[in-house]
C-alpha cells in the first residue's frame, strides 16, 4: 500500500500549490447556499411545510448537501479524460500501480486536503450565517460521518465510469457538463427528493445518485428511520460501481491509443 500512500500524499501536496482557488471556492459555495436558501425561503412563503420540510428543516437541507459536498467532489473524470486526450495516459501506465486505485487514492488526499482548508470554514461561515440544525445524536453523527466517505466513493465511482468515455471519444467535456447538472437534481442536492411524484421518487432512491447526497443529509438530520440500511445499499453501490470501474478498465485500456505526449 505504500506507493498508493504516496499518491494520497502527493495528492495532498500538489493542493497546497493552490490554496487560493480554494479561497474563492470558499465564497463561491457561500453564494450557492445563500441563493438556494433565499430562494426556497420564497417558495415557502406562509406555508409551514413542504414535501415533509419546515423552513428550517429546508433551510439545513440544503446547506448540509454543499457542505457534505465540498468534501466528496473530485474531478477524476476531467483528470483521467486529460490524460488520455494529451496522451499522459502512456507514462501512467508504466508505472507499477493499478490505474483505477491510484486515481481513487489520489482523489481521498485531495477530499483530505478539502475537509481540512475548504469543508471545515464553510460549515462554521454558513453555520454562522444561517440557522443549521444540529445532528440527531452522536450515533446520527458517526452514522453520518460514515455516509459521506461512502457517498465519495459512489461519486469517485460514477466519475471513473465516465471517464472511460474518453477511451473512445478522446473529448467528453460535455457529457461531464451533463453528469454534473443531472447530479444535482437526482441526488437530491438542490431539492429533496420527497417532492418528486411518488413513483419517480422510488426510482430515484433506487439509483446510486441518493446514496450521494441525500443519504447523509437525512441521517445527519435524523429523518432517515433505519440509517444501518442506508449505508449498507451505499456500500453495495460503492461495490457495484467500482467493481464495473475495474471491468470496464480492463476492457478500456485494450483498445487504448495513445495521441499527442
Known amino acids: 500500500m505504500r506507493p498508493y500512500l504516496a499518491c494520497a500524499r502527493l495528492a495532498f501536496l500538489q493542493i497546497l500549490q493552490y490554496r487560493l482557488r480554494y479561497v474563492t471556492g470558499i465564497l463561491t459555495y457561500l453564494v450557492y447556499v445563500s441563493a438556494y436558501v433565499f430562494l426556497w425561503r ?32 473530485n474531478n477524476i473524470d476531467r483528470e483521467v479524460a486529460a490524460e488520455v486526450r494529451e496522451g499522459r495516459i502512456g507514462a501512467q501506465l508504466l508505472k507499477p500501480l493499478n490505474y483505477p486505485l491510484a486515481k481513487l487514492v489520489s482523489a481521498l488526499g485531495e477530499s483530505a486536503f478539502r475537509l481540512l482548508f475548504f469543508t471545515a470554514p464553510i460549515a462554521g461561515v454558513v453555520a454562522v450565517l444561517f440557522r443549521i ?97 442506508t449505508l449498507a445499499v451505499q456500500a453495495l453501490w460503492a461495490g457495484a460501481l467500482w467493481g464495473l470501474c475495474a471491468w470496464g478498465w480492463s476492457r478500456a485500456v485494450k483498445r487504448l491509443t495513445v495521441q499527442g505526449g
Open 42 to 73: 420564497g417558495i415557502y412563503g406562509g406555508a409551514v411545510t413542504l414535501g415533509g420540510f419546515d423552513v428550517v428543516e429546508m433551510t439545513s437541507f440544503l446547506a448540509l448537501g454543499w457542505i457534505f459536498r465540498s468534501f466528496y467532489f
Open 133 to 229: 440544525q444540529g445532528p440527531a445524536g452522536m450515533p446520527a453523527m458517526a452514522a453520518c460521518a460514515l455516509s459521506v466517505l461512502l457517498s465519495f466513493l459512489v461519486m469517485s465511482g460514477i466519475n471513473f465510469l465516465l471517464s472511460l468515455a474518453a477511451f473512445p471519444l478522446k473529448q467528453i467535456e460535455g457529457l461531464i457538463y451533463a453528469k454534473h447538472v443531472a447530479l444535482q437534481i437526482l441526488s437530491g442536492l438542490l431539492v429533496p427528493l420527497s417532492f418528486f411524484p411518488e413513483g419517480v421518487r422510488r426510482v430515484l432512491e433506487a439509483l446510486p445518485f441518493a446514496s450521494i447526497s441525500q443519504a447523509p443529509v437525512l441521517i445527519w438530520l435524523g429523518r432517515d428511520a433505519s440509517p444501518g440500511r
